[in-house]
């Protein structure tokens, strides 16, 4: 079984910054693209950022030049740098790994997501 167990989420004001976290566990033999997504209220979940396991990094527009996903491969961990933030970046962010089992499978997993707040 694999578990993404995220982090970091809260309330912070607009302009403010805020680290997210995400730490994949279990029975894994690797880790493939990993990603942010976010859904706010009434609205469809929507990609921030993804990330391969080469590094290879894609933005959404709207976050482009404000957001920084990073990850470290030794932890099996993805990291949302969230800079600049604004209202509408209120929403909560999920984080989603592509994970290569000890089967040899390879099998996206979602986390439980985490609260992001920005006040005006």
């Known amino acids: 079984q694999v578990q993404l167990v995220e982090s970091g989420g809260g309330l912070v004001q607009a302009g403010g910054s805020l680290r997210l976290s995400c730490a994949a566990s279990g029975s894994i033999f690797g880790v493939n693209a990993m990603g942010w997504y976010r859904q706010a209220p009434g609205k469809q979940r929507e990609l921030v950022a993804t990330?391969?396991?080469?590094?290879?990094?894609n933005y959404a527009d709207s976050v482009k030049g404000r957001f920084t996903i990073s990850r470290d491969n030794a932890k099996n961990t993805v990291y949302l740098q969230m800079n600049s933030l604004k209202p509408e970046d209120t929403a909560v962010y999920y984080c989603?790994?592509?994970?290569?089992?000890?089967?040899?499978?390879?099998?996206?997993?979602w986390g439980q997501g985490t609260q992001v707040t920005v006040s005006s």
């Open positions: 990330i391969t396991s080469g590094g290879i990094t």
């Open positions: 989603n790994a592509n994970i290569v089992t000890q089967r040899m499978t390879v099998v996206m997993y």
